[in-house]
């Protein structure tokens, strides 16, 4: 029987009400009866906020939860059944379960037979939330235009407790019938396939859909979606039910995701050379999602920007990004659902290995996207700019407190995590890595397992060292900086290498400095592409000789950017190399590496910026689009730094320069046979031109901006972006108004989601403060009002100011929205790693000393520590880039 109608309003008054409870539910039974022990009591043990924390006692555990919930998708609550086989190791009179939120009306407990094992029963209810996190509602428009909600669950890391009391830990695996009671007219999902569906007895209007039982499985990745949904189905060539659920009316969207998918599983199922466990899987475009997808198993869900392409409307970067988020999500389901990490210490192991092999997964799909070079710059140059903090942390780290597992889910578990996988693996050889794959997913399948027993596997598959050199790239924070320089030895070339950890603030200072095995390997201009030595750098000092190397020929360091280090050259052997990117000589993946690693040994003043700015200049005939997004990027960086300068102009007829000829080159039309790459170069460039004020690109812009708004020429997808940019950037009020007309009259998240991220150019203040207002408006979903905010804070040296004022002023909003999660650090750091002043990280400390945020406690120190750095490199470099500028203006370089 389903609680009687005034439980939700209980549980309301709770919910709504209340102090947060602690999240434990500790279930007290008498000992006294002996056949049925009687629930006698029922508390919310105590917890203090933050540490000390303790894992959940191992006396009793779930062999199976047999779960139904009946969500109110008018009323915002929902009912729930638990009925959970247990085994009781131990004998105890207490059980201790997670729960969060949710208000429990009756439990019982009924041992059975002689075996330890019993039924847990809990009847409960809770509130389908507005914060994106346990079970919750999400809102939509019907194609006619009416509002409304549908049922949805994020329970990664710590909230499938807030559905309904469990043992929320990844280890504590049991199996799941799951079942829901919903509106006959609603599409309900879960993990598994239907098995049965039958009306409602107590309501005509209501089904009860019933799941067929899951594999032994953790709590983090169950799954249920009510709602309204059209579907696109293909079986994969291994006979699997594919399905992509889109919103009503836009089936369409989802046959690029259905196809990616479709050739995904296959591809991992030969790569570990494991079947796909499940009969089906379901993606599902959900409106309002905090992460970006999440790999619950059979049923993953995603952000709608992540999952949806349309033909016309969709730009190259979008399906490049779906293709990823697809490879990524469905790597999950064997590596992390199939063997899931057994604590979030290794959380590492499930995001790093995912991020690693999403690229190669794009690779085997779309060869044509070159998507290791971008891995470069999308992924191992962003966690070195991380890791090189003070403030940085080990990829392994001991974690307790939700807020804390909260905390890790960062660019080092991500990407310094797929850099070092990516290492490892070239390091191992594409053969005998995925022999070591097999091993451990076959040893630990339905289980769980630690980095350990990863290094494990692949060491008995290569016969190499691998616990001993990851240990030393996993278990301490940071990656060294490899100093160079070369003697001419007759016929051969002498290099005398060393190793000292890189710090973004200059050379490591102090004792014991921390020592890498470092894989590394040497190439020549005799053979660019090709490895002439390999070795294993496992001291501070190393000698190498190179076997007959012409006095001419260049030595470059690291193929292909592979190593998690940076290089620093002598100045001889740096000259040798800088014509190999003048003439392309240098493979694209080896001068943006050199590239960037030139660029933070300025930042970290170890040489002077204007020598990068030489560097940059070099790359006039550059045709990589990646090899410029990552010099973009760290112009970018350097434009932001010198905003605080009376000398911004300069920096902006620098980027011109370097972005001009290519732009002439590429010019606004794509040519026959172009591909995406040039679609996606052409995007960057006309929107760093046109950022900057370049003249003619300003011009055909506003052109092309006004044919668009008139309906006369619609704008081709890719070139959306950055003529928005430009008209917005140099525009007024007038601008401003059409763009967030735009906004209102587009019909996909994509486009919405393209203008909100751009409104922050804007530059006039009354505008900038029409956009913060528009960011926390209805307009804009919850998980997007981070990148609007953001995009005010990197937009213009005011609305870098504006934006801290309105994050100060509208904290308390904020912060409940996200309820502390990882939006909320994403929100920090765009907003506040843009200054430049000492005294702006006292004031940043200060404020959130007082307005504490603790999953976000790290990016802050983060932060901090940015300002500082920032800071210094102005007062150190500011004069000398200035008279460079100057002294380029009276003199430009000749080409
Ligand atoms: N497991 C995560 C989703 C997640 C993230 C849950 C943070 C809880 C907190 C998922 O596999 C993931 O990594 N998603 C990424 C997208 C991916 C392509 C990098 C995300 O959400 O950003
Ligand atoms: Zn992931």
Not at 74 to 86: I, Q, V
Not at 477 to 503: H, N, T, W
Request: charged share 25%.
């Amino acid at each position: 029987m389903w609680l009687a109608a005034a439980a939700p309003s209980l549980a309301r008054r709770l919910l709504f009400l209340g102090p947060p409870p602690p999240p434990l539910l500790l279930l007290l039974f008498s000992r006294s009866s002996r056949r049925r022990r009687r629930l006698h009591s029922l508390g919310l043990a105590a917890m203090p906020e933050k540490r000390p924390f303790e894992r959940l006692p191992a006396d009793v555990s779930p062999i199976n939860y047999s779960l139904c919930l009946k969500p109110d998708l008018l009323d915002f609550t929902f009912e729930g059944k638990l009925e959970a086989a247990a085994q009781v190791r131990q004998a105890t009179n207490q059980i201790v379960m997670n729960c969060a939120d949710i208000d429990i009306i009756t439990a019982s407990y009924a041992p059975e037979g002689d075996e330890g094992t019993g039924t847990l029963k809990i009847d409960f209810v809770g509130e389908l939330n507005d914060k994106m996190k346990g079970f919750y509602r999400s809102k939509y428009t019907t194609p006619s235009g009416e509002v409304r909600y549908a049922a949805v669950t994020q329970f990664e890391a710590t909230d499938a407790r807030r559905a309904f009391p469990c043992w929320d830990e990844p280890a504590i695996k049991a199996t799941f019938d799951i079942s829901l009671v919903v509106p006959k007219d609603r599409v309900a999902l879960s993990n598994m396939n239907v098995i049965d569906r039958k009306p409602y007895p107590d309501d005509e209007n209501l089904v009860e859909v019933k799941f067929a039982r899951t594999p032994v499985m953790s709590t983090y990745l169950v799954a249920f979606v009510v709602g309204e949904y059209d579907f696109v189905e293909t079986r994969s060539k291994d006979g699997v039910c594919v399905r992509v659920y889109t919103p009503v009316g836009k089936a369409e969207q989802g046959k690029f995701a259905l196809e990616v998918a479709a050739k995904t599983l296959p591809f991992y199922k030969d790569y570990f050379n494991v079947p796909y466990p499940l009969p089906k899987i379901d993606l599902i475009a959900i409106a309002d999602f905090a992460a970006g997808a999440m790999e619950n198993w059979g049923l993953v869900t995603y952000r709608e920007t992540a999952l949806l392409i349309d033909p016309k409307n969709s730009c190259s970067s979008s399906r490049q990004w779906v293709a990823l988020v697809v490879g990524h999500e469905l790597a999950h389901q064997w590596f992390g659902n199939l063997v899931t990490m057994e604590w979030w210490t290794h959380l590492w192991l499930n995001e790093g290995f995912a991020s690693w092999i999403e690229y190669l997964c794009v690779d085997h799909c779309f060869p044509e996207y070159d998507i290791w070079t971008q891995f470069v710059s999308a992924d191992y140059t962003r966690a070195q700019e991380l890791d090189a903090l003070d403030n940085s942390h080990p990829i392994e780290v001991s974690v307790g407190h939700p807020s804390e597992v909260d905390e890790i889910f960062d660019a080092i578990s991500y990407s310094k995590g797929a850099s070092v996988i990516r290492m490892l693996h070239d390091y191992i050889g594409d053969k005998d890595f995925k022999k070591g794959m097999n091993m451990y997913l076959t040893k630990f399948q339905q289980k769980n397992a630690a980095t350990e027993d990863l290094w494990e596997s692949l060491e008995n598959a290569s016969g190499k060292p691998i616990a001993a050199v990851m240990n030393t790239w996993t278990k301490q924070m940071g990656f060294p900086l490899i100093y160079v320089e070369a003697e001419q030895v007759e016929d051969d070339r002498l290099l005398r290498l060393s190793q000292k950890k890189f710090c973004a603030g200059g050379s490591y200072v102090g004792e014991d400095c921390p020592q890498w095995m470092v894989p590394i390997t040497i190439s020549t201009s005799e053979d660019p592409n090709q490895a002439k030595l390999k070795i294993l750098m496992d001291k501070p000092e190393m000698n190498v000789v190179l076997k007959n190397v012409k006095p001419d020929q260049w030595v470059k360091l690291n193929l292909g950017t592979v190593g998690f280090y940076r290089t620093q050259y002598s100045s001889a052997m740096l000259e040798s190399l800088l014509p190999g990117i003048r003439d392309l000589s240098l493979p694209p993946v080896d001068r943006l590496g050199l590239q960037n690693d030139l660029f933070s040994l300025a930042r970290a003043g170890i040489i002077s910026t204007v020598e990068v700015l030489k560097v940059m200049e070099a790359f006039v005939n550059e045709p990589n689009y990646t090899v410029w997004s990552d010099l973009s990027c760290n112009l970018g960086i350097l434009s932001t730094l010198l905003s605080h300068t009376d000398f911004y102009e300069e920096i902006q007829e620098f980027v011109k320069d370097v972005f001009s000829p290519i732009g002439e080159r590429l010019g606004w039309d794509p040519k026959p046979g172009e591909g995406h790459l040039d679609a996606l170069l052409r995007g960057l460039v006309l929107g760093k031109l046109g950022k900057a004020g370049h003249k003619a690109t300003l011009e055909e812009a506003r052109r092309r901006f006004k044919d668009h708004v008139e309906g006369k020429q619609i704008l081709s997808a890719d070139l959306r972006s950055p003529v928005y940019l430009t008209v917005l950037k140099h525009g007024d009020g007038t601008t401003l108004d059409i763009m967030l007309k735009l906004h209102k009259q587009a019909d996909m998240q994509e486009e919405k989601n393209r203008i909100e991220r751009v409104l922050g150019a804007t530059l006039l203040p009354d505008l900038i403060q029409k956009v913060l207002t528009f960011a926390l408006s209805e307009e804009v979903r919850p998980q997007d009002t981070v990148s609007v905010i953001g995009g005010v804070a990197g937009g213009s040296k005011h609305g870098r100011k504006a934006a801290w004022k309105f994050i100060k002023d509208n904290w308390e909003e904020l912060y409940n929205r996200y309820q502390g999660g990882f939006l909320i650090s994403r929100l920090i750091k765009l907003s506040v790693e843009g200054f430049a002043v000492d005294k702006m990280a006292g004031e940043v400390k200060a404020f959130f000393e007082s307005h504490p945020a603790p999953s976000a406690e790290r990016t802050i120190q983060q932060c901090c520590e940015n300002i500082l750095l920032n800071a210094a490199w102005l007062k150190r470099d500011a004069e000398s880039i200035h008279q460079y500028l100057l002294q380029r203006k009276a003199s430009p370089p000749t080409v």
